[in-house]
Every structure is written in C-alpha cells, then in structure tokens.
C-alpha cells in the first residue's frame, strides 16, 4: 500500500468513525437530538453574540479564554445554530483519530491501532457529556504535539526546516489550548517536559527546537494578546480568563471525585505506568518514549485532579494519556501477545459500548423532555409580552437555554447565573444590578424561588410589579 493510500485511508476512516459517533453522542449539536446543553449552551450563545457584533468580554462574558469563543464563532459563521459547530467538531474528532492513528503506526500493528481506537472511543463516550465543550476542542491540540513530540524522537523522521516548523506549530498549539483554559493547557506542558528530558539524553539539538517552540508560542499568545489589546479590552479578556478562575479556585468548596472519576484516573495511571517500565525493560530507557509518556500522564492526572469539581467532560484531558499509556505497552509486546492483548481491548470496548451507548442515548432524551418541559414554563410566562419585544426581557438567575429557547442575544455582558457568579466575585452582582438600575429594563424574568439577591429584590418592589408567574418563573413588568 503506497503512504497517498495509506493516508487516504487513515483520514477517511476517521472521517467516518467522527461522524458516526458525533450524530450518536454530540446531543446538543447533532440533528439525532434536540438537546441545548448546559456550558455548551453558554459557549453557543456568546458564539451568536459574537457573529451578531457583540464585544466578547464586554458586551457578553464568561470565564473560558478566547480561542473558545474563537471556535463559538466560527461554527455560527460557518452556519447559525447547531450545525456549523457540529462541523467543527467533525473536523476536531477527525484529526484527533488521524493523528492517534499515525502515533500508533509508528508503535503497533492495524490490530493494535484497531484496539486503541476501541479504548479511545468507548472512554470518550463517558466522558463527552453532550459535546461542544473545552476539552473537545483542546484534544486535538494535544495529540497534535503528542504526534510532533512522537515524531521529534524517532531518528529516522526527517529534519531541517520541517522539524523546526514543527516545533514552531507545536508552540502555537500549546498558546491556542492555554487561552481557551489554562487548566486544559497542562498535558501539553508535561509533553514538552518529557520531550525535553529525552532530547537531553539524547543530545538532540536541544536549544534550538525548544527556542523555537517557545518562539511559535509566543507568536500565537502575541497575536491573541494583541487583537485584545486593539480593540481596548485586554485587560477585560485577562481579568476574566485569569484573575476569575484563580477567585473560582480559591472560592469553590472542593467537592470529593466520585468514584468513577477516581477510578478512571487509577486505570489511565496503570496502564500509564504499565507501558513505560515496558518500554523501558525492551529498550533500557534508549530510543524509547518513556519520559514523554510518565510526563505527560503526570500532567494529565494533574489536570483532571487540580479542579474543585469532578465533571465527567474533565476526563477527556486524560484520553491521550490512556491512548499513548496503550501505545507504549503494545508497543513492547511482541507476536501473539500483542494481537490478544489487542484483540481483548476491541472486545471489552465493544461490550461496554452495546451497553452503554444506548443508555446515553436514552439519558438524552430524558435531559430533552426536562428542557421541554422548562420550554413550556417559560412560553407560558412570556405569552404577555410582545413576541417582537422579547429581547426586552432581563434574565435574572437563568441558563443559557432561556436565549435559545426565546431566539434572543444577552442585553448585558453578565447575563446568566449572576448570583452564582457572583459567589465567586460579588462584583458580578453588584454590577448588575447597578445595570438595571440605570438601564430600567421594561420586564425582568427570576426563578420561581426568588431573586436571591436584597438589593435587586428591594428594586424590583419599589419599581416593578408582577405580572404574570408560574411554578418556574416569576416575570415582573415595570411599573413606572
């Protein structure tokens, strides 16, 4: 088989297999569901905002970085609603399976490329949790300089201006995940560290390829720092991708990792561990991918852990780790242990995939009758109001959903959650408030429990009055 063939067969079966599983698990972009989401309705809203004129961070906020919104805007651009991100995402999943394709070539035999793929992808099953999310976004990034850093230490891969370019596009990737989260940022950082103990050993041209990784990082952070710093709202783009999560860190209750998350963690650790000492008892440490494997799991595992959190979608920064932790172990193996060893990771996945699959499936829908009904509730509330003058109406203590369900942009910069938000930094409520006081909104929209906030309660019954309530939702007209 000629490599135009070969290659055309690795994107294409990709291609296929993204597909495939996108229409399955992607509820809130693929036409198989109709399902918002909870943060991926967030992401899509300022993804509409931005592509209607809207001033990230300014006009519309929330604390991902801004490649994120980046790729918000991007998908609405390429087509509003759901489906221009499901492309996006056909494009990130294609890759991320092409390069872990091209990893393990390099490693194991089409049966064992056959097994981690089955492992990837019954992992990302669990961990995709409705898509369009940070971390999908970021995965292909990292495998992209897993692949480079892969590629970097095998002896026979060419070199010259190729491999410096390379390690310029593996910089970049690096800046591009460090501004949509920082946090999503570390599994690439433990890559570089285990690239960078290798080549030491190695004597492999050291100065010069990590100076120009850190030239095409810098080159990508520069850009992304000066487009902010042009349009005057840099120091709004840091406050809130920086100074807000190390408050949310700070702030947040650590909350225990229930015991999937933990013993995902475990797994990804043995088989991690597993493969390096058994690259290491085949080739005594030499021409061998140990310390990129032990640094990047160690970055991984930092990853997933650090967070106060245990939501299952942190999980896929570890996929990688698991991949490559596979990679290093068939890689070790020889003849028919290899080919079992394989063909037992394509049966388990298979089995928990028929089991699981469908049980996602159904979860969807359950999450799709509940949004129906919160639908209903809020049409219901909002039938006195004018449909033309819906935009009107300042949401107070709401999700995403309410501007996809009313087809409606954010009037003001923080316009979800505010009271949780501002848990985190109370500036967020008191600026809010401070806004509808100033900018006398005709109708405010609050949960049926209440506003959760004094000062906005005592406004809204000194100058407002209720007009309309159901079981979720009180809406209060303007009095005067």
Not at 149 to 166: F, I, K, W, Y
Not at 250 to 277: H, M, N, Q
Not at 378 to 401: I, K, M, N
Request: aromatic content about 12%.
């Amino acid at each position: 088989m000629t490599p135009p063939v070969r290659a055309a067969l690795c994107w294409g079966a990709s291609g296929v297999i993204a597909l495939v599983f996108l229409v399955l698990m992607s509820s809130s972009t693929s036409f198989f569901h109709t399902v918002y989401g909870g943060d991926a309705a967030i992401f899509r809203v300022i993804g509409s905002a931005l592509q209607n004129g809207q001033e990230l961070y300014v006009d519309v906020w929330d604390h991902k970085g801004p490649t994120l919104f980046f790729i918000e805007w991007l998908g609405q651009a390429i087509h509003e609603g759901r489906a221009g991100l499901f492309v996006l995402q056909a494009v990130g999943l294609t890759v991320s399976l092409a390069l872990l394709i091209s990893i393990c070539r390099r490693f194991t035999s089409w049966l064992g490329i056959a097994g981690i793929l089955s492992l990837v992808l019954v992992i990302l099953t669990y961990t995709f949790e409705g898509g369009n999310l940070s971390e999908e976004f970021s995965l292909p990034f990292i495998l992209f300089v897993l692949y480079g850093a892969v590629r970097a230490l095998d002896e026979d891969a060419p070199r010259g201006l190729r491999d410096m370019l390379m390690f310029a596009a593996m910089g970049a990737a690096f800046s591009f995940v460090f501004f949509i989260r920082a946090n999503n940022a570390i599994p690439i950082a433990g890559i570089f560290a285990g690239l960078l103990i290798q080549l030491i050993l190695r004597h492999g041209a050291v100065l010069k390829r990590f100076g120009v990784a850190i030239g095409g990082f810098l080159l990508m952070s520069g850009v992304i720092i000066g487009w902010f710093a042009v349009r005057g709202t840099l120091e709004d783009m840091l406050n809130a991708t920086f100074w807000f999560n190390l408050l949310y860190v700070e702030d947040a209750s650590i909350r225990p990792k229930v015991p999937a998350y933990i013993g995902t963690v475990i797994f990804a650790c043995v088989l991690t561990a597993a493969g390096v000492i058994a690259q290491l008892l085949r080739t005594g440490g030499r021409r061998s991918v140990w310390a990129v494997g032990l640094c990047l799991g160690a970055g991984s595992c930092y990853a997933v852990l650090a967070p106060t959190t245990s939501y299952a979608h942190y999980l896929t920064l570890i996929i990688p780790m698991i991949a490559f932790g596979a990679v290093m172990l068939l890689g070790a193996l020889k003849g028919r242990v290899r080919n079992s060893v394989a063909l037992m990771m394509i049966v388990v996945s298979a089995v928990v995939a028929i089991d699981h699959v469908p049980k996602a499936i159904r979860a969807s829908g359950a999450v799709h009758r509940t949004e129906a009904a919160y639908e209903d509730q809020l049409l219901d509330v909002l039938s006195v109001v004018p449909r033309d003058r819906w935009g009107e109406v300042f949401p107070w203590s709401l999700p995403a959903t309410f501007y996809l369900m009313t087809d409606t942009l954010p009037a003001y910069k923080y316009f979800i959650t505010q009271p949780w938000w501002g848990t985190v930094d109370p500036q967020v409520t008191k600026d809010t408030v401070a806004h509808i006081e100033s900018a006398e909104p005709q109708w405010i929209l609050t949960p049926a429990a209440g506003t959760n906030n004094d000062e906005l309660q005592r406004l809204l019954d000194r100058d407002y009055r209720v007009v309309r309530s159901n079981s979720g939702f009180i809406l209060y007209e303007r009095a005067h």
